[in-house]
């Protein structure tokens, strides 16, 4: 069997590269670190967990990123097991003692017959032989500049610049409404891609204060602040002057509120996120505010006093791909087909989702291989909603990176209204079980 090769060593190279060897297929490891660092990085490990040392709820009947953690178990996920086995207290979250952890996981698979490894820096885009790129937000310039004209100037960003999404169903539709601005768009698609609340004088210039006055995140050292008048934060926006906003993304113009016939002062709009219009995300909010700040004051907008957020904002250094354009359901690079990507630089957010994509970019890679194909699992499970969102279901303009959540999942009728949302998240885990099981079952 041919090899594979993969580009990095973090939560995405080291699941890949365990699944494709467990299949039977040679694999080579590139990894730049400990020769190259990173600003997040501080060891030669692999599977360094950079910042928190959680992966998040461990809750797999109701909730989205702990059913994540149950189907890379049932997939005998490396990174999973390792974790569980470095498990630290911390209630219903798996926190994970890093150090042994990432040094278990290095050992693990330096040990694999399988596995060889290659600590070098990888500059360019290889031409020949079959590559998964899984070297995440801190991407070498060189491989990212690499990237960049292998692709197009639009195709892969160094910043991500994300603006809070809400879950459709929690915003109060008595008060906001659905409108394009000056009713541009002619379908129910384009008429539905836009939700707007109101805002009097006095809320706005509450919202103004609030903002200004909120606890804000620095940027890490060596992570410059280089982001563009384009992508600015709203509450830098709001700092240059009281009007700026009213004047910018929440100008009230083109817009009529069906329920009120006073002229709204300004208005926050939301922007479908994705095609199933499960998700809205609050246009021009890309924000560096602290993330209990930031419920604080995005529930003062009229309308979201109780909205559920499926993300909260952020601006990050964040090298990845627009993934719904450049890759095929696959997760192959349209272009050249025998490269793969995998993990955050495919536009997925977080530890376990990283881990997630690699695993499955792993046995795909491998069944190539191995004269197979493998089907990506079904979109009502947590690794295929994932997989379907970033190669599809997102809309490719807008794309920023996401976490796992059930609103990229195909809706369960709802029951009961809000009160039946614990039971409806239940539903969704047990549909995404079945459905995992047997994708499992065809390999
Ligand atoms: P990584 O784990 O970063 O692995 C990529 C690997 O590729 C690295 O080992 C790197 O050295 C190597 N590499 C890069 N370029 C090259 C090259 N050219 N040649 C060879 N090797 C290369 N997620 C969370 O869930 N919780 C958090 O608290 C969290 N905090 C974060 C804080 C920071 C500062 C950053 C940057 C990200 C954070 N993330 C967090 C997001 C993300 O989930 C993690 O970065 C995660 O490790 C991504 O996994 P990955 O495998 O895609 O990338």
Request: hydrophobic share 40%; glycine share 10%; charged share 20%.
């Amino acid at each position: 069997t041919q090899e594979l090769h993969i580009i990095g060593g973090g939560m995405a190279g080291s699941e890949a590269a365990w699944q494709a060897a467990q299949m039977g297929v040679p694999v080579v490891i590139h990894e730049m670190r400990p020769k190259v660092g990173t600003f997040a990085h501080r060891t030669g490990h692999f599977a360094e967990m950079v910042c928190s040392n959680s992966f998040r709820s461990d809750d797999d009947e109701r909730n989205a990123v702990g059913l994540l953690h149950w189907e890379m178990g049932a997939a005998n996920g490396l990174i999973m097991e390792t974790a569980r086995a470095h498990r630290l207290p911390a209630g219903g979250a798996l926190a994970v003692d890093r150090d042994p952890f990432a040094e278990a996981v290095t050992a693990r698979l330096l040990a694999h017959p399988l596995i060889s490894t290659a600590y070098d820096e990888i500059t360019e885009l290889p031409a020949d032989g079959h590559w998964i790129i899984a070297t995440g937000p801190l991407t070498s310039t060189a491989l990212a500049t690499s990237i960049r004209s292998a692709t197009g100037a639009d195709s892969l960003a160094f910043f991500d610049a994300i603006a809070p999404i809400v879950y459709a169903e929690s915003v109060d539709m008595s008060v906001a409404w659905m409108q394009s601005r000056y009713d541009k768009g002619e379908t129910e698609e384009e008429q539905t891609a836009y939700m707007n609340c109101p805002m009097d004088r006095e809320q706005y210039y509450a919202f103004i204060d609030a903002l200004l006055a909120a606890d804000k995140t620095e940027f890490h050292e060596g992570e410059t602040a280089g982001y563009f008048d384009g992508c600015l934060p709203i509450e830098v926006m709001a700092e240059r002057g009281r009007e700026t906003l009213r004047f910018g993304p929440m100008k009230p113009v083109g817009l009529t509120n069906p329920h009120s016939d006073k002229k709204p002062y300004a208005v926050v709009q939301l922007r479908r996120d994705n095609k199933l219009g499960t998700l809205y995300n609050i246009v021009g909010f890309q924000t560096k505010m602290k993330y209990g700040a930031q419920t604080a004051v995005f529930k003062m907008i009229p309308g979201l006093e109780n909205a559920s957020f499926a993300r909260l904002g952020g601006i990050h250094r964040n090298t990845f791909i627009n993934s719904p354009t450049l890759l095929d359901a696959q997760m192959r690079l349209k272009s050249r087909p025998n490269i793969r990507f995998a993990g955050q630089v495919t536009g997925v957010e977080g530890y376990v989702e990283s881990a997630a994509m690699g695993l499955l970019a792993g046995r795909m890679a491998a069944a190539e291989l191995l004269g197979r194909s493998l089907p990506p699992p079904p979109p009502d499970t947590a690794t295929g909603a994932l997989i379907t969102h970033i190669t599809g279901g997102a809309e490719a303009k807008t794309f920023q990176p996401m976490n796992v959540n059930f609103g990229l999942f195909p809706p369960i009728d709802a029951k009961g209204g809000r009160k039946g949302r614990k039971d409806r998240y239940k539903a969704y885990t047990d549909r995404a079980k079945e459905s995992f099981t047997a994708w499992l079952a065809t390999q």
